[in-house]
């Protein structure tokens, strides 16, 4: 299976990325080539073998830990990474294309 | 060892890092460097008490920036740390600066990193391998005794093949990943590089083990590596599988003849060698390269100028994450965001996705089956010694291939270790030893044995 130029760009957009001219075309080509690789599976018959996302999902019932928690509070206080404050608020950039006055 | 003599040691280390990397010997291996007056000692009668620790610059420290290598987090600096981090720092060890690595853990060289490629200390024309190729480049060459890297298909056992020092991939889940910068979330695992197997295992002991903070870990009480690796006098009864899957065109004749000799001390040491096969192994890559670069384009899809790091400002908020993704991702990690996207997109998903965990399984399958025959299995790291720096950087299909003998590993979640055991051309070899789902002590006790009856491990750069 191959992929085209326009393909590919439809999956950058997809990506949040984008590629231009002889940009486009060299990932075209590294695509296929590595797509042309991944093409040896299919050979393979798989139909009744099971798919697995955990690598140790069998020792994962009895050994990994049941009591996960969410992350602890930070070590640092958030005014620590902030940028900036104002007035009791955190100073964060306007977004593209919104003018201060209509974000209030 | 006093509070004050644990500091001197990691202020010499420091010394003698920001020496090498100023002057002609330079090897790129470090991205930042502690401040040697702000040093202080977690446990100065810990295990680890002042020894100099590097760091992989994809795991969270609060005292020094984690780029992960890349422009999207430079200057990035983490309000948490990684729990390997504080567990090396309550063992007493020092964190003297934090390694150069491929951009988010992407490569088998080095060369994917932002801030330039890391060198070989063997040889600074070649490359030290990858991704932790920063770490094993600081152990080699002297810098530091131990190091963290990370292993999603081998980034922790090539560079240390290439660079002539031990590196293990634990089993996965056996050391936290809370503060890992993901690459694969189903792959990664941190593993510690350094001179010797003694120290590999020292370091080991102090940073596995359960952590409520990562949903992965394993709940299993974790042993001391240490006394686990020194029961016995030999390797009497050890049963070594060696898989003819691992012995393939595009092997160098110079790696196969070390490794066979490898093998040859292993049975007189008293290991009973056994042929055994991985018939699965010819699918590792393309399985690997799907789902570890599917993982990368979830895991990556937060880098977009708002939450972390880089940001670009375009006409709308699209234009914005478009921009900044463009400025701050590399080629290679644009690369496999692009192939991961694809292995996930509709239509492809069954083909390809799903198809590779399916496949996965049967890698795995391989594994356990042969377990049931062998304690543990050899083969070679990678299938050639380090190589030139920009001889493969325009084939990512051939970088690729050199994950060839490493990656079916993390596909299956058991453990490996690499071990010194010759050189070709000039350039280190590493033995590969794979054990089973937390089999982390057998392979330790191999490599041991193994290193005890050689001197390969001391082999250092020349000039140092």
């Given at each position: ?104 | ?119 070989n200390?063997h ?17 080699a ?20 093949a290439l660079c002539g020092v ?219 010694v380090a ?33 010194p055991c010759g050189f070709s051309?000039?350039m280190p070899v590493g ?25 390969w491990?001391?082999q ?5």
């Amino acid at each position: 299976m191959s992929i085209d130029r326009t393909q590919v760009a439809a999956l950058a957009a997809l990506a949040r990325l984008r590629f231009d001219g002889e940009e486009l075309e060299r990932i075209t080509q590294e695509m296929n080539r590595v797509l042309g690789h991944v093409e040896h599976l299919k050979g393979l018959e798989v139909e009744d073998v099971p798919h697995e996302d955990d690598p140790l999902e069998g020792e994962g019932d009895a050994t990994r830990g049941s009591g996960a928690e969410s992350p602890d509070a930070l070590k640092l206080g958030l005014g620590a990474i902030a940028p900036e404050s104002q007035e009791g608020f955190f100073v964060v950039p306007p977004l593209p294309g919104v003018h201060a006055e209509e974000g209030q | 060892m006093s509070a004050t003599d644990g500091l001197e040691r990691a202020r010499a280390s420091i010394a003698a890092i920001r020496g090498r990397e100023a002057g002609s010997e330079a090897l790129n291996a470090f991205l930042s460097v502690a401040d040697p007056d702000g040093l202080s000692i977690g446990n100065p009668q810990g295990v680890l008490a002042g020894v100099p620790l590097a760091v992989k610059d994809n795991l969270a420290t609060l005292d020094l920036d984690t780029t992960c290598g890349s422009r999207v987090l430079e200057g990035y600096r983490s309000p948490f740390e990684a729990t390997v981090i504080t567990r090396a720092r309550a063992a007493g060890a020092v964190v003297v600066g934090k390694t150069n690595m491929d951009e988010f853990a992407m490569g088998s060289s080095t060369e994917n990193s932002a801030y330039g490629p890391t060198l070989n200390p063997h040889d600074r024309t070649r490359v030290p391998g990858g991704s932790s190729g920063g770490s094993a480049a600081a152990v080699a060459a002297g810098l530091v005794p131990m190091a963290l890297g990370s292993d999603t298909g081998g980034s922790v056992r090539q560079p240390a093949a290439l660079c002539g020092v031990v590196g293990i991939k634990p089993t996965y889940g056996r050391v936290s990943r809370y503060g890992l910068i993901a690459h694969g979330s189903s792959l990664d695992q941190i593993g510690p590089l350094a001179k010797d197997v003694e120290d590999v295992a020292i370091l080991l002991t102090a940073i596995a083990g359960y952590d409520r903070r990562d949903s992965t870990s394993l709940n299993v009480p974790a042993p001391d590596y240490l006394a686990e690796m020194k029961r016995g006098d030999d390797l009497k009864g050890l049963k070594v599988g060696v898989p003819a899957e691992y012995f393939i065109e595009g092997l160098e004749a110079g790696v196969e003849s070390t490794i066979r000799a490898a093998i040859g001390q292993l049975a007189g040491l008293g290991a009973e060698i056994v042929d055994i096969s991985l018939p699965h192994t010819q699918y590792a890559i393309p399985v690997y390269y799907l789902i570890s670069t599917a993982e990368a384009s979830a895991n990556l899809s937060r880098y977009d100028g708002v939450r972390y790091g880089l940001r670009r400002d375009g006409e709308d908020m699209w234009d914005t994450f478009r921009q900044t993704r463009e400025a701050g991702f590399g080629p290679e990690v644009k690369r496999r965001i692009m192939l991961g996207t694809y292995a996930l997109s509709a239509g492809y998903y069954d083909a390809y996705y799903l198809k590779a965990q399916q496949v996965r399984t049967l890698l795995r399958r391989d594994f356990e089956q042969v377990f049931e025959q062998v304690d543990v299995i050899v083969s070679p790291v990678s299938p050639t010694v380090a190589f030139e720096i920009g001889a493969k950087i325009d084939d990512p299909l051939q970088m690729y291939l050199m994950d060839v003998f490493t990656a079916s590993l993390n596909l299956a979640g058991f453990c490996g270790i690499s071990v010194p055991c010759g050189f070709s051309e000039g350039m280190p070899v590493g033995l590969q030893i794979i054990g089973p789902a937390l089999g982390e002590s057998a392979i330790l006790r191999t490599a041991y044995r193994y290193e005890q009856a050689t001197e390969w491990h001391q082999q250092k750069p020349a000039g140092l």
